[in-house]
T-cell receptor
Framework: AQSVTQPDIHITVSEGASLELRCNYS??????LFWYVQSPGQGLQLLLK??????LVQGIKGFEAEFKRSQSSFNLRKPSVHWSDAAEYFC????????????FGAGTTVTVRA | DAGVTQSPTHLIKTRGQQVTLRCSPK?????VSWYQQALGQGPQFIFQ???????QRGNFPDRFSGHQFPNYSSELNVNALLLGDSALYLC?????????????FGQGTRLTVV
């Protein structure tokens, strides 16, 4: 069975500082990996995805993530955070055989202080 | 392209009642998945429809049922509502013939059971 752990429930970061959100997954082979962002009361917007190939993935809004097979991790990073990045972030894993069935982590809430 | 659209946006129901939520997939998509997101949690996979049949199902009771129509739109039905069914219900659409693309999510239907 596939599962995702996001160890940090809440992170507070200053505007302009760097951000890293942790994600660990459990899956028997190389999974499909995703990061989504959710603003209050809204649906999910895809930030980036990893299917195969280069383990450093670039996404929208200046985000990137690195797939590390040895650590079963897919951490999300942004060099300089903007106030508009305050939101809930979800890491998700899907099996290549049925990648549209996603397992999500519990999410990390990001607060940006001025 | 309107993307994935869900209706209604908000709904209040009484315990024991039945509810139907609707989803229109993104143009060109043929697969619809439904997720339940309880407050403060990540989305949980309910089931997925393709070619008008339930293709996969998560760990949800039979009170949760669905349907997919020839135009690929879908309905989620929940019978005998419980207070614990209060959640944001998300619909995601995808194209089973293109495994290199991601699922797109709608804005969700907020269901409150009182």
């Amino acid at each position: 069975a596939q599962s995702v752990t996001q160890p940090d429930i809440h992170i507070t970061v200053s505007e302009g500082a760097s951000l890293e959100l942790r994600c660990n997954y459990s899956y028997g082979a190389t999974p499909y990996l995703f990061w989504y962002v959710q603003s209050p009361g809204q649906g999910l917007q895809l930030l980036l995805k990893y299917f195969s190939g280069d383990t450093l993935v670039q996404g929208i809004k200046g985000f990137e993530a690195e797939f590390k097979r040895s650590q079963s991790s897919f951490n999300l990073r942004k060099p300089s955070v903007h106030w508009s990045d305050a939101a809930e972030y979800f890491c998700a894993v899907g099996a290549p055989s049925n990648d549209y069935k996603l397992s999500f982590g519990a999410g990390t809430t990001v607060t940006v202080r001025a | 392209d309107a993307g994935v659209t869900q209706s209604p946006t908000h709904l209040i129901k009484t315990r024991g009642q039945q509810v139907t939520l609707r989803c229109s997939p993104k143009s060109g998509h043929d697969t619809v998945s439904w997720y339940q997101q309880a407050l403060g949690q990540g989305p949980q996979f309910i089931f997925q429809y393709y070619e008008e049949e339930e293709r996969q199902r998560g760990n949800f009771p039979d009170r949760f049922s669905g349907h997919q129509f020839p135009n690929y739109s879908s309905e989620l039905n929940v019978n005998a509502l419980l207070l614990g069914d209060s959640a944001l219900y998300l619909c995601a659409s995808s194209n089973v013939r293109d495994s290199n693309t991601e699922a797109f999510f709608g804005q969700g239907t907020r269901l409150t059971v009182v």
